[in-house]
Nanobody
Framework: QVQLVESGGGLVQAGGSLRLSCAASGLTFSSYALGWFRQGPGKERAYVVAISGRGDTKYADSVKGRFTISRDNAKNTVYLQMNSLKPEDTAVYYC?????????????????WGQGTQVTVSS
């Protein structure tokens, strides 16, 4: 049984930082690309960033230069370091796994999803 468990969300002031983690189990972690999506209030779930098994990354324009994704294949964990946070970054952040990194911006490409973690950025 595959599980993705996010953690690290919370309340932070604008300009602050948070680090999200996603721990995976039940899959061959290094064979999967891991992505982060977010869903703000009243909005559709949107792509944030993905990382391939070997460390290639693709960022959404809205987070380039502020967010950094990384992974530790030995710990089956992917991280999302979020700096210079803005109120518009407020959302539930979801971790997901896909075997198709090159189409990782599409929600439909993902096989497994976590339950999400809330990030709230106050102004």
């Amino acid at each position: 049984q595959v599980q993705l468990v996010e953690s690290g969300g919370g309340l932070v002031q604008a300009g602050g930082s948070l680090r999200l983690s996603c721990a995976a189990s039940g899959l061959t972690f290094s064979s999967y690309a891991l992505g982060w999506f977010r869903q703000g209030p009243g909005k559709e779930r949107a792509y944030v960033v993905a990382i391939s098994g070997r460390g290639d990354t693709k960022y959404a324009d809205s987070v380039k230069g502020r967010f950094t994704i990384s992974r530790d294949n030995a710990k089956n964990t992917v991280y999302l370091q979020m700096n210079s946070l803005k109120p518009e970054d407020t959302a539930v952040y979801y971790c997901a796994a896909t075997q198709n990194f090159w189409r990782s911006a599409s929600r439909n490409e993902y096989d497994y999803w976590g339950q999400g973690t809330q990030v709230t950025v106050s102004s």
